[in-house]
């Protein structure tokens, strides 16, 4: 799957919260280790070094098994591999469903490893094998300009500031919660204006700084909330989300009620919880403490780089290993007490039947064959725009790091020493070293989606090549 190395994902139950972790097979120990300690980290001296020469960076997916997921992620995957071997994409090499398609994560244990593109074997003989947590300690200035920090050797390494997945949800989530946000915390390694952007309760709205303040988590001290960004990209018949508190003064309520161990539907009957169905096209904005749920739905997930999740109810269900999926209602109050904002579902579509009206806090404009939509409010931690590309050519001036995802159509992606053709799913980062790139629609219409830091958007919004 990854060169001679097979890489697996176990789930570990720590504590009361559930996570997990990539290994990788030792050769010399000839055991799994967890793979950020893995030797087989290459040699190269600068970004450029490594890759043969500087380029948008793919990652190899990871993807991970839930009893919720289902088969598309994994077909998907099978066709992008040009494999039929379908056990050979799963951990364990057992086919299952998968929940999740991890596209690009500096997540400590389950960092991304990069897609070689060059076959320059290392000293031993060996593929060489980066994560992006790797490369982002090593090649951070490369990555994202100056607004990346070196930390002093005796603090925590800086963190990669995003989290890229897929999901595919062929029946609900769990209900659950995400912890919220720790005042003070790690900065990703971005600093400057970069740094307001990530998310900070000071700079939420008046009524959600108050609860901000409130009782903090202190299982992460240090670390960032988890402040995640859905953009529905497919549906299934009966696709909805269920997502609270409703309104803001419900939230006592709602946590009080969670603690005292209450189920999804009494939380939907006491009006704490709202039940919407969705369309591809829709988008979700779920801020740290708001607690959701869906089904039917394929999502493209932009989450902080927090992988901790308190459920609240899991529908009885149980995990692969026969047990019942761990239940947190006390970390889940907590959370939603120090919520720091309310969900946002849009009432409109990115594209589809409704797709011109004005919604929430995004934007929208058309300028020759584009359509920008910026979605994501300043205060956040990151930055969100989709786009709707023709065949015209576009440049895209680089001028902090970028996340590149394709939601619909072809993309043909341009850069100083090459050019490749992109499809829905693919996922690109985007280095500052690589100033500029441009796009065009290999078909009539192309649309994608563009992860940044800062809101400005300066100079990083694609601009027509003047012909
Ligand atoms: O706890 P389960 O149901 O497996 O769901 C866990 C998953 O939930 C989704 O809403 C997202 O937050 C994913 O990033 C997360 O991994």
Not at 235 to 241: C, G, H, R
Not at 366 to 371: E, V
Request: some cysteine; glycine content about 8%; overall charge negative.
């Amino acid at each position: 799957m990854f060169g001679n190395q097979l890489a697996i994902m176990v789930n570990l139950m720590e504590t009361e919260i559930e996570t997990s972790q990539f290994l990788t097979v030792d050769d010399r120990l000839g055991r799994l280790i967890p793979l950020e300690s893995s030797e087989l980290t290459g040699s190269g001296e600068t970004l450029s070094e490594v890759m043969g020469s500087i380029r948008p960076l793919a990652f190899e997916p990871e993807l991970v098994p839930k009893v919720w997921g289902g088969y598309r992620l994994l077909e998907h995957a099978a066709r992008r591999q040009k494999t039929s071997d379908y056990s050979s994409l799963v951990s364990g090499n057992e086919i299952c469903r998968i929940g999740e398609s991890w596209e690009i994560s500096g997540v400590e244990g389950k960092s991304s490893r990069l897609k070689m593109v060059s076959q320059h074997p290392s000293e031993n003989g060996q593929q060489e094998i980066w994560t992006l947590q790797q490369l982002w300690q090593k090649f951070g200035a490369s990555l994202a300009g100056s607004s990346f920090v070196t930390q002093p050797s005796d603090e925590q390494p800086p963190e990669f500031p995003w989290l890229v997945k897929h999901l595919e949800c062929n029946d609900w989530l769990s209900l659950q919660v995400h912890p919220a946000v720790i005042p003070g915390c790690d900065s990703g390694g971005l600093t400057g204006t970069t740094q307001l952007r990530l998310f900070n309760p000071e700079s939420a709205s008046k009524t959600e700084t108050s609860k901000a303040r409130v009782e903090l988590p202190d299982e992460f001290p240090g670390k960032n909330g988890k402040f995640e960004f859905w953009l529905v990209v497919e549906t299934a018949i009966d696709s909805e989300v269920i997502v609270g508190p409703v309104r803001e003064d419900q939230r006592e309520e709602l946590a009080k009620q969670v603690e005292a161990g209450a189920r999804e539907y009494e939380l939907l009957e006491a009006g704490l919880l709202t039940r919407l169905p969705v369309e591809a096209g829709q988008w979700a904005i779920l801020p740290p403490g708001s607690v959701h749920t869906a089904r039917g739905v394929t999502i493209l997930e932009v989450q902080t780089p927090v992988d901790v999740t308190y459920r609240i109810d899991d529908y009885g269900r149980r995990g692969s290993d026969g047990e019942l999926r761990t239940l947190h209602p006390r970390e889940a109050a907590r959370a939603i007490r120090s919520g720091t904002g309310l969900p946002q579902v849009s009432h409109s579509l990115l594209w589809g039947s409704n797709s011109k009206s004005h919604v929430d806090q995004s934007t929208q404009h058309k300028q020759s064959s584009r359509l920008i939509r910026h979605i994501t409010a300043p205060q956040d931690p990151f930055q969100i725009r989709f786009q709707k590309l023709g065949n015209d050519l576009q440049i895209l001036n680089l001028e902090e790091m970028t996340v590149l995802c394709v939601i619909d159509g072809e993309l043909e992606l341009i850069w100083k020493h090459g050019t490749e053709l992109l499809e829905p799913r693919d996922v690109r980062l985007l280095p500052v070293d690589l100033r500029e790139v441009s796009l065009r629609s290999k078909g009539e219409s192309v649309s994608i989606l563009l992860l940044t830091s800062s809101s400005s958007f300066g100079g990083n919004s694609p601009s027509s090549v003047p012909r």
